[in-house]
């Protein structure tokens, strides 16, 4: 075999300009991906903290004219996050899709949980005969435990993995 008959330009065969415009374009190609983990991970906290002040104020609003808008604004809100967030990128950072989906599923268990459990709570009272109000402080609490495990998530996106 004959080592001369090599296909392709090695590094001796470009010539400086050609080595600029590559080092130029591995450059934009990393200021494309340090944006895209940006974007991904502020779209991930921001869903987090939608679902979370959504639990709050579902519940604080009960029995009121305000759960069916404040559902269309949530599912809005949504809606437009995801649209500006494949918009705004050109791919998944690595790893940042598994973490995002983790983040997702634990904001959504906690988020179940509390669904449930003030249901619960709210049925106990009016077997009690008690207002079935339940404790603002309370539902601020919920919905921030809710909107952590997707703020977390964000930040590690946007931070970036090593290696």
Do not use: K
């Amino acid at each position: 075999m004959n080592d001369t008959t090599r296909e392709g330009p090695t590094m001796n065969d470009i010539t400086p300009q050609e080595a600029r415009a590559r080092l130029a374009h591995a450059e934009a190609a990393t200021e494309r991906r340090t944006g895209d983990r940006r974007v991904h991970g502020r779209a991930t906290a921001a869903f987090g903290l939608i679902m979370g002040a959504y639990l709050t104020l579902s519940r604080l609003g009960e029995g009121t004219g305000w759960q069916t808008p404040l559902l269309a604004a949530y599912a809005g809100l949504l809606v437009l996050l995801t649209l500006w967030q494949t918009r705004a990128t050109r791919s998944w950072p690595r790893r940042a899709r598994t973490i995002c989906y983790s983040g997702l599923a634990g904001s959504f268990l906690l988020f179940m949980a509390g669904v449930m459990t003030f249901n619960y709570r709210e049925h106990q009272r009016e077997l009690a005969g008690l207002a079935t109000a339940e404790e603002p402080g309370l539902l601020v609490l919920a919905g921030v435990l809710v909107a952590v495990p997707m703020v977390l998530a964000g930040l590690v996106v946007q931070r970036g993995t090593r290696a």
